[in-house]
C-alpha cells in the first residue's frame, strides 16, 4: 500500500484501506493504555525501598514474622495430596504454587 501510494496510485480503495490501518491502529493503542492502566510498571527505585523496609526485620521475633507472612501470603490450603500457597499481588490473589507429588507447579 506504501508503495501505491508512493507511485501516485492513490484510489478509493487506498484511501478505504488507509482508514482502516488507522482506526485498527487507534484501536490498539487504546489496547495498551487499558492493560499498562490494569497493570502498572513499578518503578525501580519503589520496588528497592519496599523491600529494604524487609532489611529491619527481625526474624526471631514472632509478631515480625508473621507481619511477613501477612504481606506476602494470602492462604495456604492443604490437601491430602498437595498444598497450595496463594499470594498476594497488587491487591489481588494469584499466583499459585502447588507442592504435590511432583514436586512444585506453578499455576
Known sequence: MLNAIQAGVFTQFTKQRLDELEQAKSELEVKILQEEIQRPR????????????????DISNQEQRQRLI????????MHNDKIVFTFNIQGRHENRITKGNRGFGFN
Do not use: C, G
Open 42 to 57: 513499578m518503578p525501580e527505585e519503589y520496588l528497592r525501598f519496599f523491600l529494604h523496609k524487609f532489611r529491619s526485620i
Open 70 to 77: 501477612d504481606i506476602f501470603v494470602n492462604a495456604i490450603y
